[in-house]
């Protein structure tokens, strides 16, 4: 049986005033998905009525609201933060794509934000994610 060892997470190289910054980030953006998701889930009629005029219907709001919530979650779990802003980076450019394409106009404005915010996280925690994705056990268990 062989044994992996992971290195220091290259966090601990950054500027402390860069660390902090990034988690504050991470912090704000979990806040957001939380609010967004539990709209979502929660069925708020407004927000239904929003995606009913880009043809999507309640369940698919349901399972984007569940999507939401559980990268809120991850947003805020330090080991599995930059996984969480991939996944991020991936339902935001397709909120982009979709909005451009359906509503347009202004209403593209925050998910575009949201996607370049969302993508400076992931970026940053690039090598985190990487070793996560390589080793995911001795990530998890911190070994």
């Known amino acids: 049986m062989s044994t992996t060892t992971v290195t220091e997470a290259p966090s601990a190289a950054r500027p402390r005033a860069a660390r902090w910054g990034l988690v504050v980030l991470q912090v704000l953006l979990a806040a957001l998905y939380l609010m967004s998701g539990f709209g979502k889930v929660s069925l708020d009629p407004t927000t239904v009525a929003g995606f009913a005029m880009m043809g999507i219907g ?23 933060a930059g996984l969480a802003a991939t996944g991020c980076v991936v339902l935001m450019t397709g909120a982009v794509v979709i909005t451009a394409a359906t509503v347009g106009g ?5 998910p575009a934000v949201v996607l370049v915010l969302i993508a400076v996280v992931a970026w940053v925690r690039r090598a985190e994610t990487a070793a996560l994705v390589r080793h995911p056990r001795a990530v998890l268990l911190g070994r």
């Not at 984007?64 to 599995?80: N, Y």
């Not at 202004?106 to 925050?110: K, Q, R, T």
Request: net charge neutral.
């Open 106 to 110: 202004a209403m593209i404005l925050l």
């Open 58 to 80: 309640p369940a698919g709001v349901v399972a984007l609201g569940v999507v939401e919530l559980a990268a809120a979650i991850g947003l805020l779990v330090p080991r599995l």
